[in-house]
Structure formats: C-alpha cells, structure tokens
C-alpha cells in the first residue's frame, strides 16, 4: 500500500501527517479499525478552513512601540483536514505554534479571538459535543499521584463511555485499552509523582494516551507526547500512538523536528554508519508521510502539497522559485527547507513566498480538498447529545468520591502529618496545662485554663488549613485537565473533595479531644465532653475548608498559604481570649461577629464553664463571685447560647465549603 504524508511548517516548524493514498471507495475500509476494539466508534473527520487566530497585544509589545494594532495574529487563514487512520503529526521547535492550532482546533483556548469555520464530517463544529467524541493528551502528564494505573483508566472510562454500556463492558474495554498502549504489566502500580516516585515519563506518557482512548473518542489530540524522552522511550511511546491510529482513529499529535542525536541511540538495536543517519531518518519520514504544508512566520501559508520520495517534490517546487539555492548532496531536505524559507532568506531574496503558494496550482487544489470534506456526506446525521457529560450528577459523584477515598488511603505524607502533628500537639497541650480543669481558685487560674483550651484548637486547627493547602492546589491541576475533558462538572468533584475529608477529620477529633481534656481534667460528664468534642470538630473541619477556599481563590500554593495566613491573624487577634468581647471597641467588634474562631472560643468555655456555680476570686472584687458569672460578664459567654454557637459554626463550616466550590467553578487560573 502506498503511503500519503501531509506536513506542515507552522511559524517556521513542520507538521508531518500519515494518511494513506486511497479513492473514495477505499476511504471506509481504511477508517475502520485494524485492531479489534470491543466498543464502536465512528470514523470522524475534521477540516478547517480559514483560521485566524489572535490574542491582545502584549504589554511588552506596545511598549516597544507596536501600538497601531491593539491584537497579535499568530494564526493566518490556516486550512487544512485530518482524517480517519491518518496519524497527522505537527512538529517544530517549543513555542512555535503547533499546540496554539491544536488548542484552537480542539477548543481548548481560554483566551484569545478566533474566526473561520471548524467542521467536524461537514458538520459546524459544536464544542459541547466535540468534548465528547474527543480526546485530548496534554504535553505535561498531569495524573493523581495516589491511584494506580488502572483505576486511573476505570476512573476515566466510567466518567466518559455512555451510561448504557454496562459495567462488564467498560471493563473489558479498560483491559483492551492497556493491552493496546503497553500498560498491561503496569496496571496495579501507583502513578506517582513525576520525577519522584511512580511510573517513568514514558509510562506517564502512554497513561496519558490511555487516559483519553478508555473514552472510546474518534479524534485524538496530542500535545509533544515525545517530549523529554530519549529514543527508546520516544519509539515505546509513538508505537502506542501507532497502535491507537491502527484502530481508525484520527489522530493529530505535535512533535518536535528529529535531530541527529535522538537517533544515534538506534545504533543499540541497528548499526549505522554515522554519514547516514541523516539519510536513514528522512527515509523513515518519507514512509510515513507524503504532502506538506508550509507557512512563513505570521501563519502565512507558502506550500501545501506532495512531498514525494525523499522530499523531491518539495525541493522541485522551492528550487522552482528564482533566486532559491539548489539543495546540496546530504543536506538533510527539512533543514535545507528551513533556511531557503526563513523570514532572513525572503529578505534577501526579495519574494514573497506566500504570493508565490497562492499564485500556484496547489492552492486551488487544496482549497478543493478542504471545500470538499466540508461538505457533509449523503445520508449522515450531526452528532447530538441531550446531556453534557456522559454520566449524570450522582454518577459524577459517585466517581469522584472513589477516587478521593483511594487517594486520601494512600497518602501518608498528608493524613500521618496532620495525625502525628495533632497528637504531638495534643500531648504538649496535656502536659503543659496538665489537671488545671481542677483549679478554679481565682480568676488567674480560669485565665490559664482557657488559654489551653484556645492553644488547643489554635495549634491544631491552623495545622489543618496549612497540610491541606499543596494537596489541593496539586489535585486541581488535575481537576482543570479531567473538567476540560468533560468528565465532570465541578460540582461534583468539590462535594467529594469536601466529603472525604469529614471520617479523617473525625478520627483526628476523637483521639485529640480524649487526650486533652483527660490530662486537663475537665469535668467528666457526658454532655460536657459531646460539646468538647462537637465543637473540635466543626473548628478543624472548617480550618480544613478554610484552606480549601483559599486554593480555589488564588493561582498557586504559595499564594493560598499567604492568604490563609492572613485569615489566621485575623482569627487570632478578634477571637476574644486577648480581648474579650465586651472590651472590643464598637467599630471593631463586628469582626468579632464573623470571626468562626471566636464562636468557637465561645463555645468551648460556655459548654465548660458557663454553669458552673462555684465561686472564685478574682483580683480587685470585694466579693467572691461565681465561675458562671465571672463567665458572662468578663467574656460575654452564656451557656444558653450553645445551640446560637452551634448554628454559626454549622454555617462557617458549610460556607467555606460552599466558596470552595464556587470559586473553583468562577476562577479559572489556567489559562491557554
């Protein structure tokens, strides 16, 4: 069979894209699988027309002095299609435009203005669908470092294959998914942490691939999946994407131009003298690819067509063109096009490239192509889905939860801190202020007893918000990946992140307050002790979802722990333990009101302390008054407000988990 290759050369890069040499007739048996798959999907094409694309000028930019125009172009009246089993491979340099045409073409930008028309098998392009009948691989692996290889896969097959495939189904297709991208033996092992611990940047790589192909997508996006990886690592990877294309996909990947020394590692499996291995690697591109679309810096197109045997017809037409050198004998022809096309090179020349390609026979028959495949073809209905994402609101969570409770389970580095911090501090607070529940002598002695009780909260309850910080700024990067790929909703995903953290912060609740308030030597009664313990349990529960907040308002970690910083300083200093209440100035006390630290100062000596009718002396009195009245008339506590206290801090609770998910829904902070 002979072989077809469209590349392309995007703001100075080449594009190289596989497709085979076939007539209409034959186009149906080359879209369908090769390799047996047991869920359908249909062959579906993409064309595009006209693309322009272009984002507001740079501040840099205008300070340099371009101000006549107020938009950058980075994309120019771009055309071109990608078909069914035809691997189409965009490669060039970092940065030079080859992922904004992915991101573009796939829906991705978050910014920028983009005009011309996107079809999918004829049909406009409607991106609510397209997530759903797509696959997107993004340059950097961005998995859940605590789950394995296949509950990854289950996760993302789960969330995306139509609810009426059965449960047998999508897991036979998870299995058949990682048979086909090399997974198999890797299955049960964690993912890890890039770099650190987990699966090799090749693995993470064909977990990324499998990520996005358990969701049965007919178009399939890739972001530079050989990035970073040397030759043998590269070849294990793009024999997954080969193996994804042999089963009639569309496939569309960026990657870099091949250099020399990335090949030389084959001399370990084939020898070569090293004079040819120039001649061996565009040989090897030859196989694969047969047409090329070139354009100049600005996304002006300047070829598109055959490329030939060797790159002969591209040479022939750019040596066609006066004044452009003749290539020279063992030049490799990609980097001879590179510099007989550079911008220094149209200078020196005097020619407009891009006029000479539009003045030329190729850019009507390529227009033809592109006008032809947007049409869609006789009998075919556009793909329509009555929901958004596959699986409903209960299904999402369902999901989401699993996930959370295996990543929680295996993440000693968070739970065994935040525990073995809480019990260190439990057992400093207990020895320190050790059996001062029995002292009550004088005002003196209360002092002490409620500044353990705040220390005890304080310390343990800040501890919550700061561990949880980098957890959840990682996670959400995941979040921003698993949300673009439309596998759920944020709703969702923040109730499961709010909701797994509930048995850990109990369990830290139980040991903490039995230690406590045994080796302060509170009074042992059933109700006192429930209240100790409830109100424990709010104040870390709502530091925890204080940290979660402050992640889903801010860009980064960094910046969430500052903010929570923040909001620690000013729970300490209108708390009421180093000014009370009734001795905060008027216009300041309302920061008291809205303080949950405070309501939870509160709460714990009015639950202790605020019945007791013992009488104590307090420096300054003439009398000895009793505990309950030292109570409400220095701090403002009442026992009989326990069930006010409980109420706010319900609602402080409930309100900082409700901000997270708000947040994380409004604020956006990646942008593309």
Known sequence: MSFQLIGYIFLGEMVIQKSHNINEESSVEAASPKRGMI???????????????????PLVMKEEGNTKDDKLQLLTEVSGAFRPGVLTALMGISGAGKTTLMDVLSGRKTGGYIEGDIRISGFPKVQQTFTRISGYCEQNDIHSSQVTVYESLVFSAFLRLPKDINRDEKMLFVEEVMELVELKNLKDMIVGIPGV??????????????????????????????????ARAAAIVMRAVRNTVDTGRTVVCTIHQPGVDIF????????FHKRYINSFVMALICCIMHQLLLMKTGGQVIYAGPLGLKSAELVEYLEGIPGVPKIVDQQNPATWMLEVTSVAAEKRLGIDF????????????????????????SGAKQLFFSTQYSQSMWGQFKSCMQKQRHSYWRAPEYNLVRFGFTLATALLIGTIFWKVGTKRENNTDLTMIFGGLYCAVLFAGVNNGNTVVPIVAFERTVFYRERAAGMYSTLPYAMAQVIVEIPYVFFQTTYYTLIVYTMVSFEWTAAKYFWFFFIHFLTFLYFTYNGLMAVSLTSNDQLASII???????YNLFSGFFIPRPKIPRWWVWCYWINPLAWTFQGLIASQYGDVKETTKVFGMSYDPTIKWYVETHFGYEDGYLGLVTAVLVSFTVFFAVMYAYCLNKLNFQTR
Do not use: C, H, W
């Open 39 to 57: 869920l359908p999907f249909t062959p579906l094409s993409m064309s595009f027309d006209n693309i322009n694309y272009y984002v507001d000028m």
């Open 354 to 377: 891009a006029q000479q390609y539009k003045s030329s026979s190729l850019y009507e028959r390529n227009n033809a192509l592109v006008k032809e495949l947007s049409i869609p073809p």
């Open 564 to 570: 929570t910083s923040a909001f620690y300083t000013i």
């Open 264 to 271: 030389e590692a084959f001399d370990e499996v084939f020898v």
């Open 197 to 230: 611990s987990g699966l090799s940047t090749q693995q993470r790589k064909r977990l990324t691939i499998a990520v996005e192909l358990v969701a049965n997508p007919s178009i399939i996006f890739m972001d530079e999946p050989t990035t970073g990886l040397d």
